[in-house]
């Protein structure tokens, strides 16, 4: 079974920088999209980066220039520089779902699907003023 474990939440002050990582595991695909999401209170659920098979990455606006995703085998990370108190929130990395299986080889859903199967569950970012 396909498991995501995330690491390296925690507490920094307006302008610092923090690192989260995913560890991945189970998750065989010949294609496939990984992604970051977060949660603040009140709000509904952000994508914040995504990266293909390819190594594409895609960005939100809101992180554009400040976040860098990127995926080392089973570990998936997220970068994070000059954060703001509005970055506050709950960090969740994703993997999209089975797509279709031929030949013997599976396929999972493309990051533009937005169909993102496996969670992990979750590490908070507090971001202080």
């Known amino acids: 079974q396909v498991q995501l474990v995330e690491f390296g939440g925690g507490s920094v002050q307006a302008g610092g920088s923090l690192r989260l990582s995913c560890a991945v595991s189970?998750?065989?695909?010949?294609?496939?999209?990984m992604a970051w999401f977060r949660q603040a209170p009140g709000k509904g659920r952000e994508e914040v980066a995504t990266?293909?098979?390819?190594?594409r990455r895609s960005y939100g606006d809101s992180v554009k220039g400040r976040f860098t995703i990127s995926q080392d085998g089973g570990t998936l990370s997220l970068q994070m520089n000059n954060l703001k108190p509005e970055d506050t929130a709950m960090y969740y990395c994703?993997?999209?779902?089975?797509?279709?299986?031929?030949?013997?080889?599976?396929?999972?859903?493309?990051?533009?699907?937005?169909?993102?199967?496996?969670w992990g569950q979750g590490t908070q970012v507090t971001v202080s003023s």
């Open positions: 990266i293909d098979h390819d190594g």
């Open positions: 189970g998750y065989a695909y010949e294609t496939y999209c």
């Open positions: 994703a993997a999209a779902g089975l797509a279709f299986e031929f030949g013997g080889r599976r396929y999972a859903y493309s990051c533009d699907s937005h169909d993102f199967g496996y």
